[in-house]
C-alpha cells in the first residue's frame, strides 16, 4: 500500500507546474503592510504615466517638491524606483522620476504631484492610466498552493513513517524537495502579486520649455551653423597639410610609372606593324 501511495506521490510530483502567459516585472520593495488579500473580488493592478511641462529654472524644484512628497509618506507607501535629471546647455532640460505608491493613495498623491507643477507655473501633457486584471493570476497561484501543499504533507507523512526499501525512501525525500521548491516559487510569485495590485507605479517625465519658446532649439541650431562650417573647413584644411608629403612622394612615382606605360605601348604597336 505505502509503494503504492508513494507511486501516486512521485507522479504527482512530477507533473510540471503549470506557468503563467504573463510576464511580470519584479519590484525590490518591502512587503506592504497591508497587502490586500484574494476575497474573491478583483485584483487590479494599477499604473500612472504622467509628462509635465515646466519653464526653464523651475526643474530642479518640482523634482524636490515631488521627492518630498515621496518621503513624506515614508517608505512603506512610497518607494522611489528611478530618479534621474539632466541639464543641457541649450536650456531643454528634462528629468525622469519613477515611484512605487500605495495604491489606496496613488490618485491623490497624483494631485498633489499636479498641484507642486502648477505653483511653479508649469503644466501637465500627458496623464495615462492603466489598468491590469490579475485575478485570474492569483486564483491560479492559489490553487498551485493549495495542491503543492497536500502533496507535500502526504510525502512528508511517508518519510515520517518509514517502511519500505531504501530506494523508496531516498525517491520520497527527492520528490518532497521538489515540491519544497515549486511551493517556494509560488508564494514569490503570489507575493509579487500581492505588492503589484498594493503599489502602484507612477513614471513622471519633465521636460523644460527653453526660453523664447519651443522654436529656440531650431534658432539655436542656425546660430551654431557657422561655427559647423568652421569646424569642417578646419578639418578638411588638416586632411590637406596631412596629405601634401604623401602626395609629393607618391606624385612623381605615379607619373613615372604612367609616361612608362604609354612608351611600352608604343613599342610593342611598332614591334607588331614590323
Known amino acids: 500500500m505505502k509503494r503504492w501511495l508513494l507511486g501516486v506521490a512521485l507522479l504527482l510530483a512530477s507533473c510540471g507546474s503549470p506557468t503563467t502567459s504573463n510576464k511580470l516585472s519584479t519590484f525590490d520593495v518591502e512587503e506592504p503592510t497591508a497587502a490586500p488579500k484574494n476575497d474573491g473580488g478583483p485584483q487590479i493592478a494599477y499604473s500612472y504615466d504622467l509628462a509635465y511641462r515646466l519653464d526653464p529654472g523651475t526643474l530642479d524644484a518640482v523634482h524636490r517638491a515631488h521627492l518630498a512628497l515621496c518621503r513624506k509618506l515614508t517608505r512603506e507607501r512610497c518607494i522611489v524606483m528611478e530618479d534621474s535629471v539632466t541639464h543641457n546647455p541649450?536650456?531643454?532640460?528634462?528629468?525622469?522620476?519613477r515611484l512605487l505608491v500605495d495604491a489606496r493613495l496613488a490618485g491623490t498623491f497624483g494631485q498633489q504631484l499636479d498641484a507642486r507643477v502648477t505653483a511653479a507655473g508649469g503644466a501637465l501633457q500627458t496623464r495615462r492610466v492603466t489598468a491590469e486584471d490579475v485575478t485570474k493570476q492569483v486564483v491560479d497561484v492559489e490553487a498551485r498552493l493549495r495542491a503543492k501543499q497536500a502533496l507535500a504533507d502526504r510525502?512528508?507523512?511517508l518519510i515520517q513513517n518509514g517502511g519500505g526499501s531504501v530506494g523508496d525512501l531516498v525517491a520520497a525525500e527527492k520528490a518532497?524537495?521538489?515540491v519544497q521548491q515549486d511551493l517556494d516559487a509560488a508564494r514569490s510569485l503570489r507575493a509579487e502579486l500581492?505588492?503589484?495590485v498594493a503599489m502602484s507605479e507612477l513614471t513622471i517625465g519633465y521636460a523644460?520649455?527653453?526660453a523664447g519658446g519651443v522654436w529656440a532649439p531650431v534658432r539655436t541650431a542656425f546660430g551654431q551653423s557657422g561655427d559647423s562650417f568652421a569646424v569642417s573647413a578646419a578639418s578638411a584644411?588638416?586632411?590637406v597639410i596631412a596629405a601634401t608629403p604623401w602626395l609629393v612622394i607618391v606624385g612623381p612615382a605615379v607619373w613615372l610609372l604612367i609616361l612608362g606605360w604609354r612608351r611600352f605601348r608604343r613599342w610593342r604597336a611598332d614591334w607588331v606593324r614590323a
Request: proline share 4%.
Open 155 to 157: 510525502l512528508f507523512r
Open 176 to 178: 518532497y524537495a521538489e
Open 90 to 97: 541649450r536650456g531643454d532640460d528634462a528629468g525622469n522620476l
Open 208 to 210: 523644460v520649455t527653453p
Open 237 to 239: 584644411i588638416t586632411f
Open 194 to 196: 500581492q505588492r503589484r
